[in-house]
């Protein structure tokens, strides 16, 4: 079966980091393009970030633009959001999801990682 598992979430500090992971199974990680989306407490679905599928290619929301990094290990199927700076507003359940081709919409999602930043 088709699995998207994301790990890496916790509690930080404003200011702080974190690397979030996300290891896929059950189909061709290598032919998916991969995002980040958000959901904050009692707000709607965010996107925040996207690699094609090669990894050569990304795009970010405004606003992580230059404070997170996205990445991937298609030998791992494995896919990265690098975190830094992280302000209170960056709280949120963070899924990856898996997409077979632009304007496709999302194929796979995971189950979430909780991201609280708080002092």
């Known amino acids: 079966e088709v699995q998207l598992v994301e790990s890496g979430g916790g509690l930080v500090q404003p200011g702080g980091s974190l690397r979030l992971s996300c290891a896929a199974s059950g189909f061709t990680f290598s032919s998916y393009a991969m995002s980040w989306v958000r959901q904050a407490p009692g707000k709607g679905l965010e996107w925040v970030s996207a690699i094609d599928s090669g990894g050569g290619s990304t795009s970010y929301a405004d606003s992580v633009k230059g404070r997170f990094t996205i990445s991937r290990d298609n030998a791992k199927n494995t896919l990265y959001l690098q975190m830094n700076s992280l302000k209170p507003e960056d709280t949120a359940v963070y899924y990856c999801?898996?997409?077979?081709?632009?304007?496709?919409?999302?194929?796979?999602w995971g189950q979430g990682t909780q991201v609280t930043v708080s002092s």
């Open positions: 999801a898996a997409a077979s081709g632009a304007g496709t919409g999302y194929d796979y």
